[in-house]
Structures are given as structure tokens and as C-alpha cells.
T-cell receptor, first 116, second 110 residues
Framework: AQSVTQLGSHVSVSEGALVLLRCNYS??????LFWYVQYPNQGLQLLLK??????LVKGINGFEAEFKKSETSFHLTKPSAHMSDAAEYFC??????????????FGTGTKLQVIP | NAGVTQTPKFQVLKTGQSMTLQCAQD?????MSWYRQDPGMGLRLIHY???????DQGEVPNGYNVSRSTTEDFPLRLLSAAPSQTSVYFC?????????FGPGTRLTVT
């Protein structure tokens, strides 16, 4: 079984401040981990993914995330928030299930508000 | 490449009506999935397919049917719509664990 927990359904930061969105996962097999972003009335876009190579993963738009196995975490960060970062962010875990399918489980999402 | 396309973008149904949400992809991906998105619940997997002719249930399959006759198309059928199926539906295709999402269909059942 696998699961994802995103701490904080809403996060507010000032423009220029650090963005930190938290994600903890559980998985019985080595997982792949993802962050997706969803802008209003749009589908999800991949921000970055961890696939067991480097533990620090850089994504688009200046975001990065660090895989910490000991903490079962995959937190998303960005040094300086921009107004265009306001969106909903989803953490997801993917692992091979018994049927040979990479099952993906999404967190419940964190809405990021950027205050001018 | 159009990527993943979904039609319609919006739909209003009455309770008991049936309809099909269309999904197509032009990336030749074997894996395709349907999700529903509800406030505070993230995305939940309805059905998925690992290739033409092969489908399986996700975590919330009740009230929905799927088929996969071609690699490109993966329609989702609502057999008898219920207000609990009011949601935003996303289709996705995937390769190498990376999912590509369509723009979504916003469905309201009254």
C-alpha cells in the first residue's frame, strides 16, 4: 500500500519569500515521487520527479525537491516566490503494484497564495 | 502533438442520464487513466488501462465503465448519472512514470 500526506491545504507566502510545501509518503517498495502544479481551470503539469537518481531534484520554474528516505519526505521548495507561482500543488507517489502497473497515488493538494 | 485531449469541457446532466466522456492521446502511450478531482480529496483513480483491450478498476470505479479498443482512445461512460458524480474528470496518459493530463471535463449532475 502507498499513501501521500501533504501538510497544509493552504499556504500563504509573500512575494520574494521562500516557498516550502511539505509532502510525506509511505510505500512498501522503492517509489517514484512527483510534484505536479495545477493552475485554475487547467489540468496538472509535471513540475519535477524523483526516480532514484540524485536525491535533490530540480524542476521547472525554479522549484526543487529533496528526497529524504529516512524522513519519508519529498518537500518542494523555491527560494523566492513569484506571483505566477500561485496555484495548487500536488505531491504523488508511484510504485509497481502486484498487477505490474505503476500505480500513482496523489496527495490532497496544497493551494499556494502569493501575497504582493 | 495535441497531447491529451478531452471532450466535452463542460457538461450538465440530469440524474439517471448516461453519457460518455471522450479522451484521446497522440503520444502512443500504453498507459491511460481516468481520475476525478473533488475539493480536498486530490485526484482519485477511477479506471486505468495498460494497453488496448486491457482495463482495470481504480479506487472509485462504481458507476463508471471504460473500454480501450485502440491505443489512442479511452472513453469513460457514466451509466446512470448521480449527483455524487458531480466532479472534474481528468484523463491522463503515461510513459516512464510521467503522466500527461488532459484539460479536464467539468461535470454537474442535477
Amino acid at each position: 500500500a502507498q499513501s501521500v500526506t501533504q501538510l497544509g491545504s493552504h499556504v500563504s507566502v509573500s512575494e520574494g519569500a521562500l516557498v516550502l510545501l511539505r509532502c510525506n509518503y509511505s510505500s512498501s517498495v522503492p517509489p517514484y515521487l512527483f510534484w505536479y502544479v495545477q493552475y485554475p481551470n487547467q489540468g496538472l503539469q509535471l513540475l519535477l520527479k524523483y526516480t532514484s537518481a540524485a536525491t535533490l531534484v530540480k524542476g521547472i520554474n525554479g522549484f526543487e525537491a529533496e528526497f529524504k528516505k529516512s524522513e519519508t519526505s519529498f518537500h518542494l521548495t523555491k527560494p523566492s516566490a513569484h506571483m505566477s507561482d500561485a496555484a495548487e500543488y500536488f505531491c504523488a507517489v508511484s510504485a509497481l503494484n502486484s498487477g505490474g502497473y505503476q500505480k500513482v497515488t496523489f496527495g490532497t493538494g496544497t493551494k499556494l497564495q502569493v501575497i504582493p | 502533438n495535441a497531447g491529451v485531449t478531452q471532450t466535452p469541457k463542460f457538461q450538465v446532466l440530469k440524474t439517471g442520464q448516461s453519457m460518455t466522456l471522450q479522451c484521446a492521446q497522440d503520444m502512443n502511450h500504453e498507459y491511460m487513466s481516468w481520475y476525478r478531482q473533488d475539493p480536498g480529496m486530490g485526484l482519485r483513480l477511477i479506471h486505468y488501462s495498460v494497453g488496448a483491450g486491457i482495463t482495470d478498476q481504480g479506487e472509485v470505479p462504481n458507476g463508471y465503465n471504460v473500454s480501450r479498443s485502440t491505443t489512442e482512445d479511452f472513453p469513460l461512460r457514466l451509466l446512470s448519472a448521480a449527483p455524487s458524480q458531480t466532479s472534474v474528470y481528468f484523463c491522463a496518459s503515461s510513459q516512464l512514470n510521467e503522466q500527461y493530463f488532459g484539460p479536464g471535463t467539468r461535470l454537474t449532475v442535477t
